[in-house]
């Protein structure tokens, strides 16, 4: 198959189990090629890909940074897309879409609700989410399989039904699974998991998004996005010693803060990128959904082209070989902010607790946890997760722990190993890793996200005992892993974790300290090593793929109205035609409130399909201003407090709007959707704050509430719990058109408030319809 056919072809990445490129029928013959067990990824064209970027070039006259090439080379009118980074919306089509479990249930009932007959574009749903932690992978995946059989089953018949491939429970996490079978070079893929952007290690332009916007891209409607800015990360020297790719980001993270990268595309670049490998990249651009960017991307070389080959896509390298240009940045482009780090002066680095933007070096941490009164003593070491499970990482973590059984030493801490996907799992037990991390006192979990998500059934201590854990994860937000608040999680690379886990210790660094081997000798351990990539192919494992039949129209999605995990959506409410008068505050929230402490993962998990229920665990992570407490709060129609939720359906019961009043990077953190939906469910009408992350901003709009921010911050002191509050301007509600906000205090004052906003003109049809879905479906 040369050149000239894949110039007039449409690019097909793969899927699981056959592993080579699969062509037209036209061309089947001739190729030899098994079209037996795939699943067909974007159709991307590298030449629609060219014809695109150079209408833009030609408009703008400017050199282009590599993400403004493949998000403008996306554009669904690249003649008269106005283009102004940071200002304007897009419109663009994305190639694919891909779903785990947990947010697919919302966004396939919410596809359900469109009455479209399948989906647009290629799409998958993930089983990763489910699956609890507990005693280790076979007998934690077969109890999964067990207990949601129903939400297994609703997601593997809407699949089938409406065309969207389905990765079985154990298959791996979804992240893992699209950087092995269809992230590559060049690639815009959308993704319901805020950790989506993984896929940038392979050069691709992957981003997290909520159910409702991946609904659009599946209805085959042009997807709206901010025009990213752009911020450059310009690497230089060599990654050596115990410095990991992860630290690059740790780094980065301390830097930008948890909300620096918020409507920006990090775009990294430099000599230094060389000396990282595909999915250290990848582990680089996961963790960027830590500072609020839009997504990662690393430019198309060489260690991507082997990464290629070795999954069975040798042909896509060569292909991205030839229109290399289009995957490098232009020379002489312009970033909005540039950040400088040198490899090799970066030290390892370890970051928390309860946020992933305090940065400490490794060698520091001790000392810093003393000064600050955090437990020095390892509880449990814990790596694994879709920020660091590649055959590179297990390797790496595999070296540390081969030196510590070759002195006769086990780990102090508990040690659980979580593989990212059904081919790594394989591949590293028949390369000896898992024998040697279970040895060391590993326990090898299911190919799941696990513990990294709250699904852990931690026992080794009870809620609100102080502990220390450490892990190779993304985020340790308060009680993220294992729902006790007083976890002091801290965030590092595997090799860290595993020598912690050891020493068990948070006063230990491996660079310069001891430790007693069985002997009572005083040994080092050497830096760590670990292959790229396995000499050998990788093992594929079980097969877990199910490719949707070719016409679905028979087959039953059944919900039954007695289920407790599933529930039919109902359309919300249109907006009336006037103003929201008298609104009551149902919380004023202090402080930092992530998607975690407005809809909790966890054991709230299984409701993720059932909007009723899954509402009952609304903003019970938040705390209060009034009385500095999570879930209680007063009713001002009884003058009795309840727990969040209890309150909200009351006023709900009796007719009563609200409003959530909320401090600076509102909704930072996962992609759930939940975190929207159940305040429009419970009767929200708009969250006020100071600023958002981005994709709680958009999921808020998609569900037909006002998300608003004060035009001055220090406003937010001028409310009170016990204040009524109208939105005014909705007559005239335009974009670029600040609301107001009358807001009426007990006694009897009253301030007006100006709000901003950053709704478009189609947004405001979204408000105007009650939701997008219902927007959608007027359009039809």
Same mark, same amino acid.
């Given at each position: 198959?040369?050149?000239?056919?894949?110039?007039?072809?449409?690019?097909?990445?793969?899927?699981?189990?056959?592993?080579?490129?699969?062509?037209?029928?036209?061309?089947?013959?001739?190729?030899?090629?098994?079209?037996?067990?795939?699943?067909?990824?974007?159709?991307?064209?590298?030449?629609?890909?060219?014809?695109?970027?150079?209408?833009?070039?030609?408009?703008?006259?400017?050199?282009?940074?590599?993400?403004?090439?493949?998000?403008?080379?996306?554009?669904?009118?690249?003649?008269?897309?106005?283009?102004?980074?940071?200002?304007?919306?897009?419109?663009?089509?994305?190639?694919?879409?891909?779903?785990?479990?947990?947010?697919?249930?919302?966004?396939?009932?919410?596809?359900?609700?469109?009455?479209?007959?399948?989906?647009?574009?290629?799409?998958?749903?993930?089983?990763?989410?489910?699956?609890?932690?507990?005693?280790?992978?076979?007998?934690?995946?077969?109890?999964?399989?067990?207990?949601?059989?129903?939400?297994?089953?609703?997601?593997?018949?809407?699949?089938?039904?409406?065309?969207?491939?389905?990765?079985?429970?154990?298959?791996?996490?979804?992240?893992?699974?699209?950087?092995?079978?269809?992230?590559?070079?060049?690639?815009?893929?959308?993704?319901?998991?805020?950790?989506?952007?993984?896929?940038?290690?392979?050069?691709?332009?992957?981003?997290?998004?909520?159910?409702?916007?991946?609904?659009?891209?599946?209805?085959?409607?042009?997807?709206?996005?901010?025009?990213?800015?752009?911020?450059?990360?310009?690497?230089?020297?060599?990654?050596?010693?115990?410095?990991?790719?992860?630290?690059?980001?740790?780094?980065?993270?301390?830097?930008?803060?948890?909300?620096?990268?918020?409507?920006?595309?990090?775009?990294?670049?430099?000599?230094?990128?060389?000396?990282?490998?595909?999915?250290?990249?990848?582990?680089?651009?996961?963790?960027?959904?830590?500072?609020?960017?839009?997504?990662?991307?690393?430019?198309?070389?060489?260690?991507?082209?082997?990464?290629?080959?070795?999954?069975?896509?040798?042909?896509?390298?060569?292909?991205?070989?030839?229109?290399?240009?289009?995957?490098?940045?232009?020379?002489?482009?312009?970033?909005?902010?540039?950040?400088?780090?040198?490899?090799?002066?970066?030290?390892?680095?370890?970051?928390?607790?309860?946020?992933?933007?305090?940065?400490?070096?490794?060698?520091?941490?001790?000392?810093?946890?003393?000064?600050?009164?955090?437990?020095?003593?390892?509880?449990?070491?814990?790596?694994?997760?879709?920020?660091?499970?590649?055959?590179?990482?297990?390797?790496?973590?595999?070296?540390?722990?081969?030196?510590?059984?070759?002195?006769?030493?086990?780990?102090?801490?508990?040690?659980?190993?979580?593989?990212?996907?059904?081919?790594?799992?394989?591949?590293?037990?028949?390369?000896?890793?898992?024998?040697?991390?279970?040895?060391?006192?590993?326990?090898?979990?299911?190919?799941?996200?696990?513990?990294?998500?709250?699904?852990?059934?931690?026992?080794?201590?009870? $809620?609100?005992?102080?502990?220390?854990?450490?892990? %190779?994860? *993304?985020?340790?937000?308060? &009680?993220? #892993?294992?729902? !006790?608040? /007083?976890?002091?999680?801290?965030?590092?690379?595997?090799?860290?974790?595993?020598?912690?886990?050891?020493?068990?210790?948070?006063?230990?660094?491996?660079?310069?300290?001891?430790?007693?081997?069985?002997?009572?000798?005083?040994?080092?351990?050497?830096?760590?090593?670990?292959?790229?990539?396995?000499?050998?192919?990788?093992?594929?494992?079980?097969?877990?793929?199910?490719?949707?039949?070719?016409?679905?129209?028979?087959?039953?999605?059944?919900?039954?109205?007695?289920?407790?995990?599933?529930?039919?959506?109902?359309?919300?409410?249109?907006?009336?035609?006037?103003?929201?008068?008298?609104?009551?505050?149902?919380?004023?929230?202090?402080?930092?409130?992530?998607?975690?402490?407005?809809?909790?993962?966890?054991?709230?998990? $299984?409701?993720?399909?059932?909007?009723?229920?899954? %509402?009952? *665990?609304?903003?019970?992570? &938040?705390? #209060?201003?009034? !009385?500095? /407490?999570?879930?209680?709060?007063?009713?001002?129609?009884?003058?009795?407090?309840?727990?969040?939720?209890?309150?909200?359906?009351?006023?709900?019961?009796?007719?009563?709007?609200?409003?959530?009043?909320?401090?600076?990077?509102?909704?930072?953190?996962?992609?759930?959707?939940?975190?929207?939906?159940?305040?429009?469910?419970?009767?929200?009408?708009?969250?006020?704050?100071?600023?958002?992350?981005?994709?709680?901003?958009?999921?808020?709009?998609?569900?037909?509430?006002?998300?608003?921010?004060?035009?001055?911050?220090?406003?937010?002191?001028?409310?009170?719990?016990?204040?009524?509050?109208?939105?005014?301007?909705?007559?005239?509600?335009?974009?670029?058109?600040?609301?107001?906000?009358?807001?009426?205090?007990?006694?009897?004052?009253?301030?007006?408030?100006?709000?901003?906003? %950053?709704? *478009?003109?189609?947004?405001?049809?979204?408000?105007?319809?009650?939701? /997008?879905?219902?927007?959608?479906?007027?359009?039809?």
């Amino acid at each position: 198959l040369g050149t000239h056919f894949f110039r007039s072809a449409q690019l097909l990445a793969l899927g699981h189990g056959a592993r080579r490129l699969h062509v037209s029928a036209a061309y089947r013959a001739q190729a030899h090629v098994s079209m037996s067990r795939f699943e067909p990824s974007s159709f991307v064209n590298y030449e629609r890909l060219q014809s695109n970027i150079d209408i833009v070039r030609k408009r703008l006259n400017r050199p282009l940074t590599l993400s403004e090439k493949i998000v403008y080379g996306h554009l669904d009118d690249p003649h008269k897309q106005e283009i102004d980074r940071g200002r304007t919306y897009l419109r663009l089509r994305p190639d694919r879409v891909a779903m785990q479990d947990a947010t697919a249930q919302m966004a396939m009932l919410q596809f359900i609700s469109s009455g479209l007959p399948k989906v647009a574009v290629p799409s998958t749903i993930h089983c990763d989410h489910l699956i609890e932690a507990k005693t280790g992978g076979v007998k934690d995946l077969a109890r999964a399989k067990e207990v949601n059989h129903e939400v297994y089953n609703f997601l593997s018949s809407a699949g089938a039904k409406y065309g969207v491939g389905f990765w079985k429970p154990g298959s791996g996490i979804i992240h893992q699974i699209i950087l092995e079978n269809y992230a590559y070079p060049g690639v815009m893929l959308i993704g319901t998991d805020s950790h989506t952007p993984n896929g940038g290690g392979l050069g691709s332009i992957c981003i997290g998004v909520g159910g409702a916007d991946a609904v659009d891209v599946m209805a085959g409607i042009a997807w709206e996005l901010k025009c990213p800015e752009v911020i450059g990360v310009k690497l230089t020297g060599s990654l050596s010693g115990w410095t990991s790719p992860k630290d690059v980001i740790l780094k980065v993270a301390g830097i930008l803060t948890v909300k620096g990268g918020t409507g920006a595309i990090v775009e990294y670049h430099g000599p230094g990128v060389d000396s990282i490998s595909c999915t250290g990249m990848a582990t680089i651009c996961n963790m960027g959904a830590e500072i609020g960017a839009t997504t990662s991307v690393f430019p198309y070389n060489h260690r991507m082209k082997t990464y290629l080959e070795k999954t069975g896509r040798g042909q896509i390298a060569a292909l991205a070989d030839e229109f290399s240009d289009l995957l490098v940045p232009d020379e002489g482009c312009k970033y909005d902010q540039l950040i400088e780090i040198n490899l090799d002066e970066l030290k390892p680095h370890i970051n928390g607790p309860f946020t992933p933007d305090l940065a400490h070096p490794v060698s520091e941490i001790g000392a810093v946890a003393e000064k600050n009164g955090w437990p020095l003593e390892v509880k449990v070491g814990l790596i694994g997760s879709c920020t660091n499970s590649s055959y590179e990482d297990m390797g790496r973590a595999a070296s540390v722990a081969k030196q510590a059984l070759d002195n006769g030493l086990t780990c102090k801490a508990q040690f659980t190993v979580t593989p990212g996907s059904e081919q790594i799992r394989a591949t590293i037990e028949r390369d000896g890793y898992s024998k040697i991390l279970g040895d060391v006192g590993g326990v090898v979990l299911a190919n799941a996200c696990g513990p990294c998500i709250g699904q852990w059934d931690r026992q080794d201590v009870k $809620k609100g005992e102080k502990n220390t854990i450490v892990t %190779s994860f *993304n985020r340790n937000f308060t &009680a993220r #892993n294992d729902a !006790n608040p /007083a976890t002091h999680a801290f965030v590092t690379s595997p090799e860290i974790v595993t020598a912690l886990a050891i020493a068990g210790t948070l006063n230990f660094n491996p660079e310069t300290d001891y430790l007693t081997a069985a002997n009572g000798e005083k040994f080092k351990l050497d830096p760590p090593y670990g292959d790229e990539l396995p000499a050998m192919d990788f093992d594929p494992g079980q097969d877990t793929y199910q490719h949707p039949p070719p016409d679905g129209t028979s087959i039953r999605v059944d919900v039954s109205p007695e289920s407790n995990r599933l529930q039919l959506l109902e359309p919300f409410d249109k907006w009336s035609g006037s103003d929201l008068e008298d609104m009551k505050v149902l919380i004023k929230v202090k402080g930092k409130c992530t998607t975690d402490h407005i809809s909790a993962a966890g054991p709230w998990l $299984k409701f993720r399909g059932h909007l009723d229920n899954i %509402s009952n *665990n609304m903003l019970i992570g &938040a705390v #209060n201003s009034e !009385n500095d /407490a999570i879930n209680k709060l007063k009713n001002y129609l009884t003058g009795e407090y309840g727990g969040v939720p209890d309150v909200a359906r009351h006023y709900k019961a009796n007719g009563v709007s609200w409003v959530v009043v909320g401090d600076d990077n509102y909704g930072e953190g996962s992609s759930r959707e939940h975190a929207a939906l159940e305040p429009r469910h419970l009767g929200g009408r708009a969250i006020i704050v100071k600023s958002f992350a981005r994709i709680h901003e958009t999921n808020l709009k998609k569900q037909g509430v006002l998300p608003l921010t004060f035009s001055n911050p220090s406003d937010y002191d001028k409310i009170c719990p016990d204040d009524k509050i109208s939105i005014r301007g909705l007559k005239a509600f335009a974009p670029g058109k600040p609301l107001s906000a009358a807001v009426k205090h007990s006694d009897g004052s009253e301030d007006t408030l100006e709000l901003i906003h %950053s709704f *478009n003109e189609t947004q405001i049809e979204w408000f105007q319809a009650g939701s /997008a879905l219902n927007r959608m479906k007027e359009m039809q």
